[in-house]
Nanobody, 128 residues
Framework: VQLQASGGGSAQPGGSLRLSCIVSGAAFENHAVGWFRQAPGKEREGVSMISVSGQNTHYADSVKGRFTISRDNTKNTVWLQMNNLRPEDTAVYSC??????????????????????WGGGTLVTVSS
């Protein structure tokens, strides 16, 4: 399974960026997806997760109301729309997937240790 995260860059506080995670080499429609980030000198933290079905999502308190996760299983892609960016959002953002059976299509996986596959990160820098 290969994951490619893109869309990072520089933004001013209050600005927006849209991250994409394209998954190949797997049946994407059987994978839950999560976005994680790691800022310099800090531990990795979960940002947002989405179930296989796309009907269930989770957001860290720090991004709730500002970020939106979505997916299109026909395009093997998950997006993270980031609005009203803050300097504290500066980090390397990575996407990860977990293959699940149909019994778990609605489940959210909040912790990084659940995930089987990781992509390279994309850097987001928020500064004025």
């Amino acid at each position: 399974v290969q994951l490619q995260a893109s869309g990072g860059g520089s933004a001013q506080p209050g600005g927006s960026l849209r991250l994409s995670c394209i998954v190949s080499g797997a049946a994407f429609e059987n994978h839950a997806v999560g976005w994680f980030r790691q800022a310099p000198g800090k531990e990795r933290e979960g940002v947002s997760m989405i179930s296989v079905s796309g009907q269930n999502t989770h957001y860290a308190d720090s991004v709730k109301g500002r970020f939106t996760i979505s997916r299109d299983n026909t395009k093997n892609t998950v997006w993270l729309q980031m609005n009203n960016l803050r300097p504290e959002d500066t980090a390397v953002y990575s996407c990860a997937t977990k293959g699940v059976t149909s019994a778990y299509y609605q489940r959210i996986y909040r912790h990084d240790y659940y995930y089987d596959h990781w992509g390279g990160g994309t850097l987001v820098t928020v500064s004025s």
